[in-house]
T-cell receptor, first 113, second 110 residues
Framework: AAGVIQSPRHLIKEKRETATLKCYPIPRHDTVYWYQQGPGQDPQFLISFYEKMQSDKGSIPDRFSAQQFSDYHSELNMSSLELGDSALYFC????????????FGPGTRLTVL | QKEVEQNSGPLSVPEGAIASLNCTYSDRGSQSFFWYRQYSGKSPELIMSIYSNGDKEDGRFTAQLNKASQYVSLLIRDSQPSDSATYLCVLGTSYGKLTFGQGTILTVHP
């Protein structure tokens, strides 16, 4: 079965640079979620989109923005990168499940030097 | 108080034993409950969902939910070394974010 696709899988950036992470949800899933997981921590919710509209917002820094496009893929844009932004970034998607079962992509490992 | 509290680990069990993972939560309005498994450096993998009080079994896994006690558990029968991972107790809303517990590291030794 098709899964969530994320690109790139690894990304190395310098401080103050920008980064764009991409997420392609499972086919026919209309909701996308972004999570950040620091070393030794549990995933923290950043933001979600349903039918191309922002549906929920968590602890996303103002330096980050995201959107969902007409084909349901989503991009997380990160500017003025800081050392503390180094983390695993996961995208998850959900479909018509009443209980919002979310399926995670493989993640993007971002390293800020 | 963290919204989701898991029993402190790490938990070590011998191969073939039952592993018991426990979790309590603070939001009485929570409707959906999940257990995710995460191997080091990998993404969380959904292994069980439970929405109503009682037990739900799927293969070697049994999830238990008690909303009155705000308690969720996961039993893994006939534990295998490949079950060694971090297990995350997760709360969901009907439309939005998942709230994760801090995870319990399980080690199954041969």
């Amino acid at each position: 079965a098709a899964g969530v696709i994320q690109s790139p899988r690894h990304l190395i950036k310098e401080k103050r640079e920008t980064a764009t992470l991409k997420c392609y949800p499972i086919p026919r899933h209309d909701t996308v979620y972004w999570y950040q997981q620091g070393p030794g921590q549990d995933p923290q919710f950043l933001i979600s989109f349903y039918e191309k509209m922002q549906s929920d917002k968590g602890s996303i820094p103002d330096r980050f923005s995201a959107q969902q496009f007409s084909d349901y893929h989503s991009e997380l844009n990160m500017s003025s990168l800081e050392l503390g932004d180094s983390a695993l970034y996961f995208c998850a998607s959900s479909g018509e499940s009443r209980y919002n079962e979310q399926f995670f992509g493989p993640g993007t490992r971002l390293t800020v030097l | 108080q963290k919204e989701v509290e898991q029993n402190s680990g790490p938990l070590s069990v011998p191969e073939g034993a039952i592993a018991s993972l426990n979790c309590t939560y603070s939001d009485r309005g929570s409707q959906s409950f999940f257990w995710y498994r995460q191997y080091s450096g990998k993404s969380p993998e959904l292994i069980m969902s439970i929405y109503s009080n009682g037990d739900k079994e799927d293969g070697r896994f049994t999830a238990q939910l008690n909303k009155a006690s705000q308690y969720v558990s996961l039993l893994i029968r006939d534990s295998q070394p490949s079950d060694s991972a971090t297990y995350l107790c997760v709360l969901g809303t009907s439309y939005g974010k998942l709230t994760f517990g801090q995870g319990t590291i399980l080690t199954v030794h041969p």
